[in-house]
């Protein structure tokens, strides 16, 4: 069996999306979180490949793109 051969029920596909969150709700969060928590409308986009081993069982594996805003933080100083 060649497991990179397509599938005839395999599909792939992209997207884009915009998640506008409500005032009311950011609001709420930065009142429950003393002003420290901080939402923001989302944007973005993804790529997927959906492997079907029979048409009732998929494996879908979303590929999102690299991001500036997904960088490594660091969260403590370093070692000396």
């Known amino acids: 069996m060649d497991c990179w051969r ?7 596909g992209a997207g884009i ?3 506008a969150i409500s005032p009311d709700l ?3 969060i930065k009142t429950l979180t ?3 928590g901080d939402v ?3 944007k ?6 959906d492997f079907a081993f ?9 590929l999102p793109p690299a991001s500036p805003k ?3 933080r660091r969260t403590s100083s370093p070692r000396e």
């Open 6 to 12: 397509r599938g005839p029920y395999d599909s792939f």
């Open 54 to 62: 029979i048409p009732a069982m998929r494996l879908i594996i979303p």
């Open 70 to 72: 997904t960088r490594r």
């Open 34 to 36: 003393g002003g420290v």
């Open 26 to 28: 950011k609001n709420s």
């Open 40 to 42: 923001k409308d989302e």
């Open 17 to 19: 999306y915009y998640n």
């Open 44 to 49: 973005g986009m993804e790529v997927f490949y």
